[in-house]
């Protein structure tokens, strides 16, 4: 089964830049209809989406985030990654990778989840 870990710092300072790997297994990150996304939740509020990377390389933002967000893989690893430029202390959330095939995806539904990993920004 696909299977995804988060890692990266659990605290930031305010006007840097975050940046989380997601390290994948049981699946190639190539995987021609597979799509791979980070998902973020602040405390009280809903889930959302932030961007994703397909299997071919293509890549699509939150146009809310689309300015500050970076997403990018290392097919040799089967990695892929966030940088989250400019951070504010609303960016302070559990930060997600997530996965499944495009359709899927497109309908809102990932079937596959990393544990999240607690981001502070500091204030």
């Known amino acids: 089964q696909v299977q995804l870990q988060e890692s990266g710092p659990g605290l930031v300072t305010p006007s840097q830049t975050l940046s989380l790997t997601c390290s994948v297994s049981?699946?190639?990150?190539?995987?021609?209809?597979?799509?791979w996304s980070w998902i973020r939740q602040p405390p009280g509020k809903r889930l959302e989406w932030m961007g994703t990377?397909?299997?071919?390389?293509?890549?699509s933002y939150s146009p809310s985030l689309e300015m500050r967000t970076a997403i990018s893989r290392d097919t040799s690893k089967n990695q892929f990654f966030l940088q989250l430029s400019s951070v504010i202390p609303e960016d302070t959330a559990v930060y997600y990778c997530?996965?499944?095939?495009?359709?899927?995806?497109?309908?809102?539904?990932?079937?596959?989840w990393g544990q999240g990993t607690q981001v502070a920004v500091s204030s």
């Open positions: 049981g699946a190639s990150i190539s995987t021609r209809d597979y799509a």
């Open positions: 990377v397909t299997g071919d390389g293509s890549t």
């Open positions: 997530a996965a499944g095939r495009a359709r899927s995806i497109l309908q809102g539904t990932y079937p596959f």
